[in-house]
């Protein structure tokens, strides 16, 4: 916890602007941006939007270094897949995306640099600014990867590696409808030096009911207030993985859920 709050104050005494290499990436990010946000649709554009993500992908390659994830392909893809701002899926985190043959595996590779300056690009989406708060809140998971929102049912206490200066893994369901359900899917993060990691696992635990915390979603559905049906859900939900996140640690699927996020951790370079 003190490592990662620590760089969060690192990050945040540095200046507002990217550093010299990760703004060059930015200012050819953002250009490619503006030309394909004003294009007309056709086989052409198409090709072009392909060349240019190709083309951000090699310089991420070079910013971010050789990436070798367990059981991942060697190269990585632009993690940013659209450059037109209104498609879904529009701004996705900065860095180099490695994914599994059937996508239940996808992992992304980063520098602090772009993490930080991406998080200040989401702050009206509610992201978190702080690193350490960013990457325990659920909008670091819905807006890094995939189109999906996600939400967070619990931490998972993974040990750190000692290369690396802070780790988290969390426990979540994803979805585009009703995310209460049984999470399945984890996440773990880990900052070395000046690199992110990020892997996240779909259908990688079973987990089961907790009948206190049913309870409590009951309880809360069933008040009056507020008359909003939206708002009442969502209320109840907040509740409910409250009660999700300390319940979590004396279930009997837990343990298993750790060791799966630790295996992730492993998984990811040692450097």
């Excluded at 000046?194 to 259908?203: E, H």
């Excluded at 206190?212 to 009056?224: N, Y």
Aim: hydrophobic share 40%; glycine share 6%; proline share 4%.
């Amino acid at each position: 916890m003190r490592s990662l709050a620590l760089l969060c104050l690192l990050v945040l005494a540095a200046p507002g602007h990217a550093a010299a290499p990760e703004q060059h990436y930015l200012e050819l990010r953002d250009r490619y941006i503006a030309k394909f946000s004003k294009a007309k649709e056709s086989d052409e554009t198409s090709k072009q939007h392909d060349t240019a993500l190709k083309e951000l992908a090699g310089v991420l390659r070079g910013l971010v270094g050789p990436v070798a994830i367990k059981g991942l392909p060697a190269e990585g893809k632009s993690n940013v897949d659209t450059l037109f701002r209104d498609d879904v899926g529009f701004g996705h985190l900065d860095g180099l995306s490695f994914a599994s043959e059937d996508y239940r595996t996808q992992a992304v590779a980063t520098t602090t640099t772009l993490l930080g300056h991406w998080l200040r690009e989401h702050r009206e989406d509610g992201m978190p600014q702080e690193i350490a708060a960013a990457l325990r809140s659920d909008r670091f998971y819905h807006y890094a990867i995939q189109d999906a929102a996600f939400a967070k049912y619990a931490e998972l206490p993974v040990t750190k590696p000692a290369s690396a200066s802070a780790a988290v893994a969390v426990l979540g369901l994803r979805g585009n409808g009703d995310l209460k359900g049984l999470p399945s899917e984890i996440g773990v993060v880990a900052i070395q030096g000046g690199k992110v990691y990020f892997i996240a696992t779909s259908d990688a635990v079973k987990t089961a009911e907790i009948p206190a915390c049913e309870k409590v979603w009951k309880q809360m559905m069933a008040r009056k207030t507020p008359q909003d049906a939206m708002a009442r859900e969502d209320q109840a939900m907040d509740a409910y993985t409250k009660c999700f996140a300390k319940e979590a640690p004396s279930q009997s699927w837990f343990a298993a859920a750790v060791k799966k996020a630790q295996a992730q951790l492993d998984s990811l370079p040692a450097r």
